[in-house]
Every structure is written in structure tokens, then in C-alpha cells.
């Protein structure tokens, strides 16, 4: 009660969308011309009913807001304009520069805390963007479905292919530092390799090890989290396996010539967190 609450509509439609509170609690607005909801609670439950309506017809959308001992974050929609494309990551680049990775081979950047956006395309591919690592706002590494690995250091209008192999999966992309880095990815069916860098990622050498992951699953996208350059876990998802299996943990504690598997008891992880560097 009495914290700030902010929904936005994904509404698109031709001609120009009208929006409209047909109900709400008292002291609830909403911006006509993009739909943005605000309200500051004041009771146990708020109803609300907004119509998005132009020319061609209408529609509504009902939902219930619980505010009894909920404590709601102050968010603020900095584009209420959907992006063209499904959007798979984002990372902070430190300022106001914020990079995402995007299907169809799409990377954008912003530079204004996201209140614009410029989308580059990855140059002959079209594989969805699944991993990243944004050094600033000129420099960022992505890793796609397809084997591919890119490098920017112009702000994304040009990208650099400096690590391929066919049928891979890039997803897990990690630096220490601004020299030193590791990628874990498939390159096989049920094979993952670690490649490694010390040159900003300019070049990766395949440091030998294999991480066989058959009946553990596919290594999940953007788990990979390292403490320092030797210690590090990543996250294997087991739902697609035959029969589905549980999740499992790697760890390493040698920068990622060996890697030790733990059960998680659950079919999927989708992230990993730490509260103390144990």
C-alpha cells in the first residue's frame, strides 16, 4: 500500500491507438497516446480495465494488482516501443550504455540509459544471439547459435568474425578483465569446448577440454559465472534430453581445464547467483 505501481500495454495497430482507464482505483492515470498505467496503491487490491481503441475497433485487457504487504520496485519504461525482434540478453557497459543481443542476429546498443536504441545486423548470419560480454560502450563480444563469435570496437557498426565452428552454440562468454577471457559453447552434439583469450578476444584457442554432456543436457545460455579466472560454474539444462533428466552444476577451479558435475535435483537453471565469493 501506498507504493508506486507502473504497467505498459504491448498494443501494436494501424491507425494511430487511443488508451483508456474504463476502470480503476482512485488516484490511477494513464497516458492516452502510449497506454503507461500509474498508480500509488491506497488499497488492498486494485482492478483495473484499460481499452486500447482507434479506428478500426477496440480491446480490453482486465488484471488485479495485489498491493497488501507487497513491496513493488520504482521502475520507469524508458521506450514503451517494442523492439522488432525477440530479445534473448542485455548487458550493462558501464555510463548509460546498455547492450542487447537479439534474434535474427540483431545486437543493439543504447547509449542513453535505453531511451534510444540502434540495431545492427551481424554480417552473413541470421542465428539468434545468445551470448554476450560488453567491455563499453565501443567494445562487445557476442556468441550466436549458430558457431558464430563477433567482436565490435566501434560502437557495432562494424563486427569482426574471429571464432566459427559449424553447428555450435555460443552462449556462455565470460572476461576477468579486459585481456583475459573464456567461452564454453557446444561444438558437437553433446560436446562442450573451452576456448580461451588473453588478447581481448581478438583470437581463442580451444584449451583441450571436452565437457560431455550427453544425458546432462544442453549448457544453458548465460549461466557461466566466474569469481576470478580460475574459479567458475556453469548450468546444463535437462529438459530436451531423453528421458528428461535433472539440471546439473559445473564447477571449475583451475580456469577451466577440469570441471566437476553436481545434481541439482531440477529439470532446468536458468541463472546463477552468489552472495559471498566462497
Known amino acids: 500500500q501506498g507504493q508506486p505501481f507502473l504497467y505498459a500495454p504491448v498494443v501494436t495497430g494501424s491507425p494511430t491507438i487511443r488508451f483508456a482507464l474504463l476502470e480503476a482505483p482512485g ?3 494513464i497516458d492516452p497516446a502510449i497506454g503507461v498505467v500509474r498508480w500509488n496503491g491506497g488499497a488492498k487490491v486494485g482492478r483495473f480495465t484499460i481499452e486500447a481503441k482507434n479506428d478500426a475497433g477496440s480491446t480490453t485487457q482486465v488484471f488485479v494488482v495485489p498491493t497488501n504487504d507487497v513491496i513493488i520496485a520504482d521502475w520507469q519504461i524508458m521506450n514503451s516501443t517494442p523492439m522488432s525482434s525477440g530479445v534473448n540478453l542485455m548487458r550493462y557497459a558501464g555510463g548509460n550504455t546498455l547492450w542487447v543481443g537479439r534474434d535474427s542476429a540483431i545486437v543493439s546498443r543504447s547509449t542513453d540509459a535505453g531511451v534510444t536504441w540502434t540495431d545492427f545486423q551481424l554480417p552473413g548470419t541470421k542465428d539468434l544471439v545468445y551470448g554476450m560480454h560488453a567491455f563499453d560502450r565501443d567494445r562487445c563480444i557476442v556468441g550466436t547459435r549458430g558457431g558464430r563469435l563477433f567482436k565490435t570496437t566501434d560502437g557495432g557498426a562494424t563486427w569482426r568474425l574471429v ?5 555450435g552454440f555460443f552462449g556462455n562468454i565470460h572476461f576477468t578483465d579486459n585481456a583475459n577471457g573464456i567461452l564454453v559453447g557446444v561444438v558437437e552434439r553433446d560436446t562442450s569446448a573451452v576456448f580461451l583469450t588473453t588478447d581481448g578476444g581478438e583470437t581463442w584457442t580451444e584449451n583441450g577440454t571436452r565437457l ?6 544442453l549448457m544453458f545460455a548465460s549461466t557461466m559465472h ?4 580460475m574459479n567458475g560454474w556453469i548450468v546444463s539444462m535437462n529438459q530436451e534430453t531423453s528421458p528428461p533428466a535433472d539440471a546439473r552444476i559445473f564447477r571449475t577451479t583451475d580456469g577451466g ?3 566437476n558435475s553436481y545434481n541439482t535435483s531440477t ?3 536458468s541463472s546463477i547467483s552468489f552472495l559471498t565469493n566462497l
Open 27 to 29: 488516484g490511477a492515470t
Open 163 to 167: 571464432l566459427y565452428r559449424m553447428g
Open 212 to 217: 560431455n554432456i550427453f544425458n546432462q543436457g
Open 226 to 229: 566466474f569469481f576470478d579466472r
Open 257 to 259: 581445464v577440469v570441471w
Open 267 to 269: 529439470r532446468a537453471v
